[in-house]
Each structure stands twice: as structure tokens, then as C-alpha cells.
């Protein structure tokens, strides 16, 4: 097993609230080298460990990742946990702080304090299913060429760091119906 591939921190890219009873735990791995990922978790002042597999939900050309949802009954906090990989010639590794592992750790663990309010990402119900543009009206579209910098470069040249192309709100205008397709 590549054990340098495997990755996890305790940082929001890795564990992350959906609410504030409901975490979210992802780890990465190597490309097609683990069959069964699992998280080993429980809360530090209750010493009773519960398991949750976890599914690849992504795979790129170097690594797998996987991710699974705990639901607790109350607001998660004080959350220790460790991973429990299986690779595919059946073999078991521990990933916890430490790194990866033949053996289940006894210490080392990470952990999740607690899931505040503030850290829960929700959107409005409105925008559930909609597409997001985030436009640069410099770079879009120049819709009045008589408002231009006296020093933009022409419609089409290739951008860079210190260039301006003309761009502005009147091209956003015009481009409306090219962005509701």
C-alpha cells in the first residue's frame, strides 16, 4: 500500500458540520488500492467506539477518496477517530495523527471539538439545483469600446496580469441570453 498517499486532517477539507448533529469525514487514498475504508469514532468522555463505512465518492488519476455522513443524536463534539483500511490483497491498516499503521493505535487520535453554528455551510432553499456565474466584467465581453482604458489591449489578445481588455457592464448586458442557457 502507498501509505504516503493517504491523507486526512482535522481541517475543514477533511471533517466538516452539514449541522451541528451531522459531520461529514472524508480521507484520501491511492488510486484503486483500498476495497473497504472505514471510521472507528466515539466521543472522548464515552469510551463506546462505533463504525462507519465510508464510500469512494471520487477518483482522479492519482487517488481515491472517501467520504461518509455520522448523524449524532445531539450536537457533535469531543468526536475522536481513526481509519480502518483494508486493502485489496485483504489487509488491514490503521490511519490515525500518527500516520498509517499494522496495528490499531492506541493513541494519536484526531479529533473534532464541536460543530458550531457558524461552521455549518447552508444554503437558501432558493438556490438548491441553480448555476452560479461568477463573472469578471473586465474579461467577458466589451459591450461599449468607448469607455476603455486608453491603454487596453485589443478584444481577443491574451490576458495577462498587467493588460486590460475593456470589458464592462453593457457586454454583461448583452451576454444575458448566452448565460440563462
Known amino acids: 500500500m502507498n501509505r504516503e498517499a493517504v491523507l486526512h486532517n482535522g481541517t475543514e477539507d477533511f471533517v466538516y458540520p452539514t449541522a451541528r448533529n451531522q459531520l461529514v469525514f472524508r480521507i484520501r487514498t491511492a488510486k484503486k488500492e483500498i476495497q473497504s475504508c472505514k471510521l472507528i469514532y466515539w466521543n472522548r468522555n464515552d469510551a463506546v467506539k ?3 463505512s465510508m464510500e469512494c465518492y471520487a477518483r ?3 487517488f481515491d477518496y472517501f467520504q461518509c455522513k455520522v448523524i449524532f443524536t445531539k450536537i457533535a463534539r469531543y468526536q475522536k477517530y481513526y ?3 483494508e486493502d485489496t490483497e485483504g489487509k488491514a491498516w490503521y490511519f490515525s495523527v500518527y500516520g ?3 496495528e490499531v493505535p492506541e493513541s494519536g487520535f484526531f479529533e473534532y471539538l464541536y460543530a458550531n453554528g457558524n461552521d455549518v455551510i447552508a444554503a437558501p432553499g432558493w438556490a438548491k439545483g441553480m448555476i452560479y456565474y461568477q463573472i469578471f466584467p473586465e474579461r467577458f465581453y466589451n459591450g461599449e469600446y468607448g469607455n476603455d482604458p486608453a491603454d487596453a489591449a ?3 489578445t491574451s490576458p495577462t496580469r498587467e493588460n486590460y481588455m475593456g ?3 453593457a457586454g454583461i448586458i448583452k451576454k444575458i441570453p448566452y448565460l440563462k442557457r
Do not use: A, I, N, P
Open 60 to 62: 482522479d488519476g492519482l
Open 154 to 156: 485589443m478584444w481577443g
Open 83 to 85: 481509519f480502518s483500511l
Open 50 to 52: 462505533r463504525t462507519q
Open 167 to 169: 470589458g464592462d457592464l
Open 100 to 102: 498509517v499503521s499494522e
